[in-house]
């Protein structure tokens, strides 16, 4: 309904004063108000009467009412479209001197590390737990409790508030209060400002300092962000900088930590909780400080809504009557802190952020990727599978208990990617103290699983042969090379202290001479695990070649002796071919993987992806791979590598294995593999693996490499590997592998599977040798 004329009514308009008469009284006041003060601080006082602080909030006073009535009478004086162009100008000049802070925060943000799925989150890293999100994220009820309850005219002001600055300054000099004229712009100021991780720990101090100085300064780029930004942004840049008590800074963080909800999905109860808090976060925090003194604050902000018609009064009630129901979320922080009952996910994390210290993209020193870690706002989807993890934990458990002495690590590997899907060992990743002194268990934050740090890494015995038979391939020498295998080898390597030793000669043996010696190929010399076979493989070809073999599929020599080895000596190192040198299940199941994807190394890669707090993507989560080894080789290896596992090369004949019982694990599914066993038993190790993944597991002590596990634990180590792979592969179609050509697998021989004449095996009787030439007995 349109309001009548006022010349129809007979009644007169009020007089226009009109905003030069305005600003003139408000001048006026102000000037009342600075001689006041003035004269406050120049009567006499008894010494200790007034505070350091009453006496600079009154200098402050003093000299914004000198400064603010100066601005009122040019405001007077001027026309009112000239101030305002004044004003635009001022402020463009000053957006060009704001700090790259202000233009750009650099507020630091928590980084997500989630599972391979992208939504089961492993932990976070953060130096401030907050995480930014845009305001159509936030709900609209939320953005309306923070305007009322901080700044109910920040729609209509330009940055100052100069009625509320006026009121707060008369109020705080004539009543002694301590009321504040701070705009939500300003106090978004003086946030970016003291929390600028990049900044020193003085400027970030002197952002709250109580100078007049320090005011100015805040109403200055606060003006000038008002004339760049739109209130929405400025709106949402506060609510994701503000602290909100219990160690949640934003309003993500702040949700998640008091309701265990997203920022959208707050209710208007809630909405006023939070913005509550805002004033005195330490003091009103619901879970750290005083829930009695939350509640008020929550009236006050419900109250205040319904002043700036944001809700109805009714809607308020009913906002009061609803009980504080908390459900508190502590964002996890670190490898140690990973909850749920995944102790066993720090191994993970641990290989993950040693990985990321070592990558260019997140800076060029250690401190620089640390940092951006920390405070970059990362989202990073792993590849760590939940499933395959927890698989090969309870593997692991399967044959030690997390409070035995002796250690399972086991780790599973994508072949043609290198993506890590599991570490697991029968630990606790965790800083608890152990009991009685124990080292390295229940609870440790060594490296057991990927080595590192205080872990060399274990001897994995026979597994190592595998580089050998690669070598000797690469250099000619076909899968059905023969040698006719001693219990005893003397070799041309100097003993050194051996007691594997004849004379001063190096001399290995066979761990079973009766199931071991006699003519042997590479199949059921691989399958039958024989010693002297493939220490006569390797002086053939020479042990340096063998060492560079392994270094090429990314064994990592670790301990300074095998390091020292490698470098100086690797054509003398013949025991290496017997797996002497210490490594790692990681590195194993790499190494392995290789074979998998027919030579084609990969970089073991934790992620599958990292994108930036814009969402966008980084390159470091694609693989890194190069081909390493010709395919026919690799082929040719895994042809040999079904024997031990109990199944059927395409070529040759596999007449034993030392781990059979994989193929019935499995049901068939095409597996290579080998296992391992390091002098007098004192580790044991199997690595196998498909198309699809590669695992490999080390039984040892970490704390004492004399302990030995036994012959034992062989079976253990087997089945463990086994069902790993089992678990990875559930509901994956079977991947076959390619067979090797008939070149590198026969050389000239004939084709063993199509001829009788071939030599015969030692386990075979004579009669079985008269029926494969198919004479009557």
Known sequence: MTAAPS??????????????????????????????????????????????????????????????????????????????????????????????????????????????????????????????????????????????????????????????????????????????????????????????????????????????????????????????????????????????????YGIAAASERYFSVTPAELTLDQAALLAGLVQSPNEYSPIDGDLEAALVRRSYVLDSMVATGAITAEQADQARAEEVTLDPTEQPNGCTAIDGGHADWGFFCDYLRTWWLHQPAFGSTADEREQALRRGGYTIVTSLDPEVQASALRQSLAVFDRDEPRALPIAAVEPGTGRVLAMAVNRNYSLDANPDGQDNRPNTVNQLVAGGGAIDGYQAGSTFKLFTMLAALESGLPLATGFDAPTRLATRHPAEGSTAACGDRWCPSNADPASMNGYRTMWDGFGRSVNTYFVWLSERIGPAKVVEMAQRLGITFRSDLDEELARTEPTEWGAFTLGVSATTPLDLANAYATVAAEGTYCEPLPVLSVAGPDGAKLPVGDPSCRRVLNADVARAATDAARCPVGQDPAFGRCTGGTATSVDRILEGRPVAGKSGTSDQDATKSFVAYTPQVAVAGIAANPDDPTDRVGISAQSGVVSAVARVIAMATAGRPEADFTPPSRQIALGNEPDPRSSPLTRPDDDLDLGSWLDRLGIPR
């Open 7 to 248: 010349g129809r009514t007979g009644q007169q308009p009020p007089p226009r004063t009109g905003w030069p008469a305005r600003l003139r009284r408000v001048a006026v006041s102000f000037l009342a108000t600075l001689r006041k003060e003035w004269a406050l601080l120049a009567t006499p006082r008894q010494p200790g009467e007034m505070r350091l602080r009453s006496l600079l909030d009154r200098l402050v006073t003093v000299v914004l009412c000198g400064v603010l009535a100066g601005l009122f009478l040019a405001a007077a004086a001027f026309p009112g479209n000239l101030v305002a162009g004044l004003g635009v100008k001022a402020a463009s000049e000053l957006w060009g001197d704001l700090p790259a802070q202000l233009r750009t925060p650099t507020t630091g943000q928590r980084t997500a590390v989630y599972a391979n799925d992208g939504r089961t989150l492993i932990t976070s890293f953060y130096d401030v737990n907050r995480r930014d999100v845009p305001l159509t994220e936030i709900a609209p009820v939320m953005r309306q409790a923070i305007v009322a309850a901080e700044d109910r005219r920040f729609y209509s002001h330009g940055g100052v508030d100069l009625r509320g600055l006026a009121r707060a300054l008369v109020s705080n000099a004539s009543e002694g209060t301590t009321q504040g004229a701070s705009t939500l712009t300003m106090q978004y100021v003086r946030n970016v400002l003291k929390s600028d991780p990049e900044r020193t720990a003085e400027e970030r101090e002197s952002a709250t300092e109580v100078s007049v100085g320090r005011k100015l300064q805040e109403i200055r780029y606060a003006a000038a962000l008002e004339q760049t930004l739109d209130k929405d942004e400025i709106l949402a840049r506060y609510l994701n900088i503000a602290y909100f008590g219990s160690g949640a």
